[in-house]
C-alpha cells in the first residue's frame, strides 16, 4: 500500500465518447496503468513473461481498457478493477482486434497527493489568509450597508420635515 499506485481509488470515468474525434486515454492513465504493471512484473515472474510478449503494447492495453470499460456501461472502477483489466489484456493471447480498437474519450485519473510539511504549512498560511481577508471584506461590507442604511434614514427623516415654500406668483 505504500506506493503512488495504491493509494486510493483511481475514479475512471468515460466523460464523453467523442464520435468524430478519436483520442487515446489520457498520458496519466497510460503512465499509472505502466508504472502498476511494471511493478507487478518485477514481483511476479511469471507474470513478467506474459508481460513482455511480442505483440502487446501499452498503447493497446489501454484500448483494451477502455473498450472494456465502454462495453460495461459503468463509469466508475476501483484501482484493483482496471488493474485486472490491464493483467488481463497480457494474460490473453485471443484478445478480439475489436476489444483493440481506439476509443474516443476522457479519462479522469485521482491520485493521492502527499505534501511535505512545508508544503503544508505554506498552504495553512495562505488559507489563513485568505479567510482573514474575506473576513475583512465582510466587515467592510457590513459596514458600508450600515452607513448607506444611515444616510438613507437620514435623507428620509430630512424629506418629511423639509418646509415646502409655496411661491405667490
Keep these: 500500500m505504500g506506493t503512488l499506485l495504491t493509494h486510493g481509488l483511481i475514479r475512471f470515468y468515460l466523460l464523453t465518447i467523442l464520435a468524430t474525434h478519436k483520442m487515446k486515454g489520457t498520458e496519466t492513465f497510460k503512465n499509472t496503468i505502466k508504472a502498476h504493471l511494471d511493478n507487478r512484473a518485477a ?3 511469471l ?7 511480442e505483440g502487446k503494447s501499452i498503447d493497446e492495453c489501454v484500448n483494451y481498457i477502455l473498450n472494456t470499460v465502454k462495453k460495461s ?13 490491464a493483467a488481463h489484456y497480457y494474460d490473453e493471447s485471443d484478445i478480439s ?18 505534501l ?4 503544508k504549512a505554506k498552504l495553512k498560511e495562505k488559507a489563513e489568509k485568505d479567510y482573514y481577508n474575506q473576513q475583512l471584506d465582510k ?14 434614514e437620514a435623507e428620509e427623516k430630512a424629506a418629511k420635515f423639509k418646509v415646502v415654500q409655496t411661491s405667490l406668483f
Excluded: W
Design 43 to 45: 514481483q511476479d515472474p
Design 139 to 152: 466587515a467592510r461590507n457590513a459596514e458600508k450597508r450600515r452607513a448607506e442604511a444611515k444616510r438613507k
Design 116 to 119: 511535505t510539511e512545508e508544503e
Design 97 to 114: 482486434e475489436k476489444d483493440l480498437k481506439e476509443v474516443g474519450c476522457n479519462v479522469v485519473v485521482n491520485h493521492h497527493i502527499e
Design 47 to 53: 507474470f513478467a513473461v506474459r508481460y513482455q510478449q
Design 73 to 85: 456501461g459503468c463509469h466508475g472502477f476501483a484501482d484493483e478493477e482496471i488493474y485486472s483489466m
